[in-house]
C-alpha cells in the first residue's frame, strides 16, 4: 500500500528536547521497534553531531532489522567556510549508517546574517553541497528548511532559492518547518501551496504547537500539497511541543481519508501513546484528543443514555477504530480482543472463545486498580497470561530476601541475600551493590545462574521509579518498571507495592521468569 501521506516521527529527536524527557540508549531502541511494529514510514533516531547517546543509539540499530520504518540520522548542513568532506558533523551522519539523513539549512536571512553571520550565497552553498555530498553517497536526502515561514514572510525570493538549491541538489524531499511555532494555519497553507508551485520535489510539513495549531498547521500544509508529516508521539518536544502525531495521524486517515496507515496500526495508536508515556515515566494525559481515557467517556447522564441509544449521537467516531473505548460501556469483547492481540504479541495462541480469557481480563483489571501499567511491561503480562493459562509452577520460587545498608570508609553499601527455589532444590547467595536494587538484582541474578545459565546475559538495562497518588490516605504506593535486555531483545516488567524494594523484586523476577519462558 503507497500511502498517500508519508508519516515521519521524531520523537527520539525532537520529542527528546521536550522537558522533562529523558531517554535511555535502551529507551530509544524500544520505541523504535515499537514505532516499526506500528508502521510508521521514517524513524529520526537522533542527532550523532550533538550526544554520544545518539551514536550508541545508531551504533546498536545497526544490528536491528526494521521492518517497516526506514532509520534517519539528523544533523545540519556543513558549516560555513569549510569543505562538505572535512565537517565532522557531516562525517559522523555517514557514520550513524543509517539509509536516511535529514538535515537541516536556514530559509531566513535574519538567521543568515545575525546567527551564521555568513552571505547569502554561501548558505546557498552550504545547502547545495551538503545535499549532493549525501546523496553521492547514496543516502535518501531530506532536507528540513528551518524557519520556513517567518523566512519566507521575511524575503520570499531568496526562502525560494534555499528550497531550489536542496532540490537541484538532489534532496529527494524538502520539509518546510514552522520553527518557531508561531504561524496560522492560512499562512503555512499560502507558503506551502507557493512552494508546491516553485518545487518538483516531494513536500513536508514540520510544526510546533507554540500556539496550540501544531496539529492544525501540519493538516493545512498536507492540504496545499505537502505529503509528508513530521511529528512526535504524544506531541513531545521543546517548549510547547511538536506536532502530536498521535491526533494528526488519525485526522489524516479518518478524517481527511489519506491513506498513511493500515486500520490494523491505527487500532494500535492508544496503546504506543501510552507505551511511550510509560517509557517517558509521565503520566498518560486523559484529555488527549483520540487516545486519552476520557477521550470518549460519557459522565453526563443524557449523554449516556443517548449514546447507550444510538453510539453516534455523542461521538465523532467509534473509538475502536483507534484502540480506544467508551468508557461507560467497557465491553468484555474490546477487552479480550485486545488481550488476544498482545499474546499474538508475545507468542502465545490465544483463541477469543477461550474461557480462560475472562480470568486473564478480571486480574489485569485487578491488577491495574492497585496501580500496574501492563503497556511497556510486556513481560510482565506474558508471565501473568502463561500462568493463568498453564498453570504451571514459575521456574523457581523466592523463599525470602534481606536488604542492609551500613557506611564503609564514607561509601555506602547495600548488600542482599536472597532465597531462591529450584524444583526442590535451595540455593542462598549474598551479594553487594552500590544501591538496595543493584544488590537485589546481582544476588538474585547469582542465585538463579546455577541452575539457568542462559540468564548469564540477562542485564537490567533501565530502573524507574514513579510514586502513585495515594487515593485512600494510606501509605503511596510505588511503581517500578524495569528494563532488561539479553543483547537481542529488550523487555519491560513491572512491579507496585508500598515498598520500593518490595515493587522492584517483583519486576526482577518477572524479568528473569519472561528471558526463561522466552528461552524455553
Ligand atoms: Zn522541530
Redesign the pocket.
Known amino acids: 500500500m503507497k500511502p498517500e501521506v508519508e508519516l515521519y516521527d521524531?520523537t527520539l529527536r525532537?520529542g527528546s528536547q521536550g522537558e522533562g524527557i529523558n531517554f535511555s540508549v535502551s529507551d530509544k531502541i524500544r520505541i523504535a521497534e515499537k514505532l516499526d511494529a506500528f508502521q510508521v514510514h521514517f524513524i529520526e533516531g537522533g542527532w550523532p553531531g550533538s550526544n554520544p547517546k545518539d551514536i550508541e543509539f545508531f551504533e546498536l540499530a545497526k544490528r536491528k532489522k526494521f521492518k517497516h520504518a526506514r532509520l534517519a540520522s539528523f544533523g545540519s548542513t556543513r558549516r560555513k567556510g569549510v569543505a562538505v568532506e572535512s565537517d565532522e558533523q557531516v562525517a559522523l551522519l555517514l557514520q550513524a549508517g543509517t539509509p536516511v539523513v535529514t538535515i537541516y539549512g536556514k530559509t531566513w536571512m535574519l538567521h543568515v546574517k545575525e546567527v551564521l553571520r555568513t552571505t547569502p550565497e554561501e548558505n546557498l552553498a552550504m545547502i547545495g553541497d551538503t545535499v549532493r555530498f549525501l546523496k553521492d553517497h547514496g543516502k535518501y536526502v531530506i532536507y528540513d528548511a528551518e524557519h520556513a515561514f517567518d523566512g519566507f514572510k521575511g524575503d520570499s525570493e531568496y526562502a525560494l532559492a534555499t528550497w531550489i538549491a536542496a532540490e537541484k541538489a538532489g534532496a529527494d524531499n524538502v520539509t518546510l518547518?514552522d520553527?518557531n511555532g508561531g504561524s496560522l494555519p492560512e499562512e503555512v497553507a499560502a507558503i506551502t501551496r507557493a512552494a508546491r508551485g516553485r518545487l518538483t520535489v516531494k513536500m513536508g510539513i514540520?510544526t510546533?504547537d507554540d500556539i496550540g495549531l501544531g496539529v492544525a498547521n501540519a493538516l493545512a500544509a498536507l492540504q496545499a500539497g505537502a505529503t509528508h508529516v513530521q511529528g512526535t508521539i504524544n506531541g513531545y518536544?521543546?517548549r510547547t511541543g511538536?506536532c502530536n502525531l498521535t491526533s494528526a495521524i488519525p485526522n489524516i486517515a479518518l478524517k481527511m481519508k489519506k491513506r498513511c496507515l493500515s486500520s490494523s496500526s491505527l487500532a494500535q495508536l492508544k496503546e504506543l501513546s501510552q507505551f511511550v508515556d510509560e517509557i517517558a515515566n509521565l503520566g498518560h494525559n486523559p484529555r488527549q484528543p483520540w487516545v486519552g481515557s476520557a477521550a470518549f467517556s460519557h459522565k453526563g447522564g443524557t449523554h449516556v443514555n443517548a449514546v447507550q441509544k444510538l453510539v453516534s449521537s455523542y461521538e465523532h467516531i467509534d473509538p475502536a477504530l483507534v484502540g480506544n473505548q467508551r468508557t461507560v460501556l467497557i465491553s468484555d469483547l474490546a477487552g479480550r480482543s485486545n488481550i488476544v492481540m498482545k499474546a499474538r504479541e508475545l507468542g502465545i495462541k490465544l483463541s477469543d472463545d477461550l474461557p480462560e480469557l475472562k480470568t486473564i481480563l478480571a486480574r489485569i483489571k485487578e491488577l491495574e486498580h492497585a496501580g500496574y501499567e501492563f503497556e511497556a511491561a510486556e513481560g510482565s503480562l506474558a508471565v501473568l497470561i502463561r500462568k493463568i493459562l498453564q498453570g504451571r509452577p514459575a521456574p523457581f520460587q523466592v523463599n525470602g530476601y534481606h536488604v542492609s545498608m551500613r557506611r564503609e570508609n564514607s561509601a555506602s553499601i547495600c548488600e542482599a541475600t536472597i532465597k531462591v527455589e529450584v524444583k526442590g532444590k535451595a540455593a542462598h547467595t549474598v551479594a553487594e551493590g552500590d544501591g538496595p536494587v543493584n544488590a537485589l538484582d546481582s544476588a538474585l541474578r547469582r542465585a538463579l545462574v546455577n541452575f539457568f545459565p542462559q540468564l548469564g546475559k540477562v542485564q537490567l538495562t533501565d530502573y524507574k521509579v514513579r510514586i502513585l497518588d495515594s487515593m485512600t490516605g494510606t501509605a503511596a504506593k510505588t511503581r517500578v518498571l524495569i528494563e532488561s535486555s539479553d543483547g537481542l531483545r529488550h523487555w519491560g516488567t513491572v512491579g507496585v507495592s508500598e515498598n520500593i524494594i518490595e515493587a522492584s523484586l517483583q519486576a526482577l523476577v518477572d524479568s528473569m521468569e519472561f528471558a526463561l519462558v522466552k528461552a524455553a
Do not use: M, V
Open positions: 521524531t525532537d518547518c520553527t514540520h510546533h518536544g521543546e511538536n
